[in-house]
Protein backbone atom coordinates (compact mmCIF):
# COMPACT_ATOMS: atom_id res chain seq x y z
CA UNK A 1 0.00 0.00 0.00
CA UNK A 2 3.01 2.50 1.17
CA UNK A 3 4.97 1.77 -2.70
CA UNK A 4 1.47 2.36 -4.50
CA UNK A 5 1.18 5.68 -2.27
CA UNK A 6 4.57 6.33 -2.79
CA UNK A 7 4.67 5.72 -6.57
CA UNK A 8 1.45 8.51 -6.79
CA UNK A 9 3.17 10.93 -4.67
CA UNK A 10 6.41 10.66 -7.78
CA UNK A 11 3.84 11.15 -10.37
CA UNK A 12 1.85 13.61 -8.78
CA UNK A 13 5.20 15.40 -8.69
CA UNK A 14 6.63 14.83 -11.86
CA UNK A 15 4.66 17.67 -13.71
CA UNK A 16 5.90 20.66 -11.12
CA UNK A 17 9.55 18.98 -12.09
CA UNK A 18 9.01 19.45 -15.56
CA UNK A 19 8.12 23.28 -14.88
CA UNK A 20 11.33 23.41 -13.36
CA UNK A 21 13.22 22.49 -15.98
CA UNK A 22 11.47 24.13 -18.99
CA UNK A 23 12.36 27.60 -16.87
CA UNK A 24 15.57 27.04 -15.77
CA UNK A 25 16.86 25.49 -18.56
CA UNK A 26 16.89 28.27 -21.16
CA UNK A 27 19.59 30.22 -18.28
CA UNK A 28 21.46 27.06 -17.60
CA UNK A 29 22.03 27.16 -21.64
CA UNK A 30 22.54 30.49 -22.14
CA UNK A 31 25.47 30.37 -18.51
CA UNK A 32 27.03 27.15 -20.68
CA UNK A 33 27.05 28.83 -24.20
CA UNK A 34 28.32 32.19 -22.47
CA UNK A 35 31.21 30.51 -20.65
CA UNK A 36 32.10 28.49 -23.78
CA UNK A 37 31.67 30.98 -26.77
CA UNK A 38 33.61 28.02 -28.98
CA UNK A 39 30.42 26.62 -29.38
CA UNK A 40 28.53 29.74 -30.77
CA UNK A 41 29.29 30.30 -34.44
CA UNK A 42 29.77 33.77 -33.36
CA UNK A 43 31.57 33.45 -30.52
CA UNK A 44 33.27 36.32 -28.70
CA UNK A 45 34.25 36.72 -25.28
CA UNK A 46 32.21 38.72 -22.69
CA UNK A 47 32.95 42.18 -22.07
CA UNK A 48 31.43 42.48 -18.61
CA UNK A 49 32.99 41.16 -15.58
CA UNK A 50 31.52 37.73 -14.77
CA UNK A 51 30.20 38.08 -10.91
CA UNK A 52 31.57 34.56 -9.26
CA UNK A 53 29.91 33.06 -7.43
CA UNK A 54 26.13 34.42 -8.97
CA UNK A 55 24.59 37.06 -6.13
CA UNK A 56 20.93 36.59 -5.88
CA UNK A 57 18.84 39.68 -5.19
CA UNK A 58 17.86 38.87 -1.35
CA UNK A 59 13.71 38.73 -0.85
CA UNK A 60 14.62 40.78 2.20
CA UNK A 61 15.88 43.94 0.78
CA UNK A 62 12.88 45.74 2.04
CA UNK A 63 11.88 46.87 -1.62
CA UNK A 64 9.57 49.96 -2.54
CA UNK A 65 8.58 52.25 -4.81
CA UNK A 66 8.58 55.97 -5.00
CA UNK A 67 5.66 56.01 -3.50
CA UNK A 68 6.21 53.83 -0.64
CA UNK A 69 4.72 50.50 -1.17
CA UNK A 70 6.21 47.01 -1.58
CA UNK A 71 7.77 46.64 -5.01
CA UNK A 72 5.78 43.42 -6.20
CA UNK A 73 8.80 41.36 -8.07
CA UNK A 74 6.70 39.28 -9.95
CA UNK A 75 6.43 41.50 -12.67
CA UNK A 76 10.26 40.77 -13.34
CA UNK A 77 10.05 36.60 -13.28
CA UNK A 78 11.51 35.12 -15.69
CA UNK A 79 13.23 38.14 -17.83
CA UNK A 80 17.25 39.45 -17.79
CA UNK A 81 17.14 42.72 -16.03
CA UNK A 82 19.15 45.60 -16.80
CA UNK A 83 19.89 46.57 -13.22
CA UNK A 84 21.61 50.23 -12.40
CA UNK A 85 22.81 50.64 -8.45
CA UNK A 86 23.05 54.17 -7.15
CA UNK A 87 22.95 55.41 -4.15
CA UNK A 88 21.03 58.59 -3.03
CA UNK A 89 22.09 60.80 -5.95
CA UNK A 90 22.02 60.61 -9.64
CA UNK A 91 24.37 63.05 -11.76
CA UNK A 92 25.44 63.80 -15.46
CA UNK A 93 26.93 60.46 -15.58
CA UNK A 94 24.38 58.48 -13.91
CA UNK A 95 21.67 59.79 -15.57
CA UNK A 96 23.36 58.94 -18.83
CA UNK A 97 23.80 55.24 -18.01
CA UNK A 98 20.11 54.82 -17.31
CA UNK A 99 19.17 56.51 -20.61
CA UNK A 100 22.33 53.61 -22.56
CA UNK A 101 19.92 51.85 -20.70
CA UNK A 102 17.29 52.26 -22.44
CA UNK A 103 18.86 52.33 -25.88
CA UNK A 104 20.38 48.95 -25.42
CA UNK A 105 16.94 47.46 -24.62
CA UNK A 106 15.44 49.17 -27.81
CA UNK A 107 18.28 48.08 -29.79
CA UNK A 108 17.52 44.12 -28.81
CA UNK A 109 15.04 44.39 -30.98
CA UNK A 110 11.89 42.08 -30.52
CA UNK A 111 14.23 40.08 -28.07
CA UNK A 112 13.57 43.27 -26.03
CA UNK A 113 10.12 41.76 -24.52
CA UNK A 114 12.15 39.64 -22.85
CA UNK A 115 14.40 42.15 -20.75
CA UNK A 116 12.98 44.38 -18.40
CA UNK A 117 15.37 47.88 -16.85
CA UNK A 118 15.50 48.23 -13.04
CA UNK A 119 17.00 51.14 -10.76
CA UNK A 120 17.95 50.45 -7.29
CA UNK A 121 18.46 53.11 -4.94
CA UNK A 122 20.20 52.17 -1.44
CA UNK A 123 19.00 55.72 0.06
CA UNK A 124 14.87 55.05 0.76
CA UNK A 125 15.25 59.31 1.53
CA UNK A 126 15.77 59.78 -2.02
CA UNK A 127 12.08 59.09 -2.68
CA UNK A 128 11.78 62.30 -4.73
CA UNK A 129 14.57 61.48 -6.99
CA UNK A 130 12.93 58.07 -8.13
CA UNK A 131 9.84 59.44 -8.55
CA UNK A 132 11.32 62.07 -10.69
CA UNK A 133 13.49 59.33 -12.51
CA UNK A 134 10.75 56.95 -13.30
CA UNK A 135 8.99 59.72 -14.89
CA UNK A 136 11.85 60.90 -17.03
CA UNK A 137 12.71 57.31 -18.20
CA UNK A 138 8.95 55.99 -18.98
CA UNK A 139 9.39 52.08 -18.55
CA UNK A 140 12.49 51.63 -16.02
CA UNK A 141 11.51 50.26 -12.75
CA UNK A 142 12.36 52.15 -9.16
CA UNK A 143 13.40 51.14 -6.32
CA UNK A 144 14.50 51.44 -2.81
CA UNK A 145 16.25 49.29 -0.24
CA UNK A 146 15.52 50.29 3.09
CA UNK A 147 19.49 51.06 5.15
CA UNK A 148 19.77 47.65 6.27
CA UNK A 149 18.89 46.04 2.96
CA UNK A 150 21.38 48.42 0.86
CA UNK A 151 24.15 47.54 3.26
CA UNK A 152 23.32 43.98 2.74
CA UNK A 153 23.50 43.77 -0.80
CA UNK A 154 27.17 45.90 -1.38
CA UNK A 155 28.29 43.39 1.32
CA UNK A 156 27.08 40.68 -1.02
CA UNK A 157 28.66 42.28 -3.96
CA UNK A 158 31.93 42.62 -2.05
CA UNK A 159 32.71 45.76 -2.96
CA UNK A 160 31.66 48.23 -1.01
CA UNK A 161 30.39 52.03 -2.40
CA UNK A 162 32.69 50.52 -5.20
CA UNK A 163 29.36 48.25 -6.21
CA UNK A 164 27.70 51.63 -7.09
CA UNK A 165 27.43 53.49 -9.97
CA UNK A 166 27.42 50.34 -12.57
CA UNK A 167 25.15 48.44 -15.00
CA UNK A 168 24.67 44.93 -13.91
CA UNK A 169 22.87 42.11 -15.82
CA UNK A 170 20.29 40.02 -13.34
CA UNK A 171 19.07 36.28 -15.14
CA UNK A 172 16.21 35.27 -14.82
CA UNK A 173 16.65 32.71 -11.98
CA UNK A 174 17.18 36.11 -10.15
CA UNK A 175 20.61 36.24 -9.80
CA UNK A 176 23.49 39.25 -10.40
CA UNK A 177 25.54 37.72 -12.55
CA UNK A 178 27.32 40.48 -14.31
CA UNK A 179 28.64 44.02 -14.26
CA UNK A 180 30.23 46.91 -16.08
CA UNK A 181 32.60 49.08 -14.51
CA UNK A 182 30.95 53.17 -14.42
CA UNK A 183 33.49 53.87 -17.64
CA UNK A 184 32.30 50.63 -19.81
CA UNK A 185 31.06 51.80 -23.20
CA UNK A 186 27.02 50.43 -24.14
CA UNK A 187 27.78 48.75 -26.84
CA UNK A 188 29.68 46.18 -24.27
CA UNK A 189 26.60 45.42 -22.63
CA UNK A 190 24.45 45.31 -25.58
CA UNK A 191 26.75 42.59 -27.23
CA UNK A 192 26.69 40.32 -23.85
CA UNK A 193 22.65 41.22 -24.08
CA UNK A 194 22.94 39.95 -27.04
CA UNK A 195 25.25 36.54 -26.55
CA UNK A 196 23.09 35.58 -23.23
CA UNK A 197 19.80 35.94 -25.53
CA UNK A 198 20.70 34.44 -28.37
CA UNK A 199 21.94 31.27 -26.51
CA UNK A 200 19.23 31.00 -24.60
CA UNK A 201 16.95 31.42 -28.23
CA UNK A 202 18.98 28.75 -29.75
CA UNK A 203 18.28 26.40 -26.51
CA UNK A 204 14.31 26.56 -26.83
CA UNK A 205 14.59 26.69 -30.51
CA UNK A 206 16.48 23.20 -30.47
CA UNK A 207 13.89 21.77 -27.34
CA UNK A 208 11.06 22.30 -29.30
CA UNK A 209 12.47 20.34 -32.38
CA UNK A 210 13.78 18.20 -30.29
CA UNK A 211 10.01 17.12 -29.33
CA UNK A 212 8.50 17.55 -32.65
Keep these: M ?3 TGGGQKRGMAPLWVMVAIFAAPVIAAWFFYLNPQ ?4 GRTNKGELIHPVVPLPVELGLSTPGGAEF ?4 L ?6 VYLAGGECGEDCLNRLIAM ?3 RLALGESSLGVERLLILTDPDASDLGADLGKKLDGMHVVFTDAAGGGRLLDLLG ?3 AALNRIYILDPMGN ?3 RYTP ?3 AKDTLQDMERLLKASKNWIKGAQYGHK
Excluded at 72 to 75: F, I
Excluded at 77 to 82: S, V
Design 183 to 185: EAP
Design 39 to 42: YLPS
Design 72 to 75: DRRG
Design 2 to 4: SDA
Design 159 to 161: EGA
Design 176 to 178: LMM
Design 77 to 82: EGKWIL
Design 102 to 104: RQI
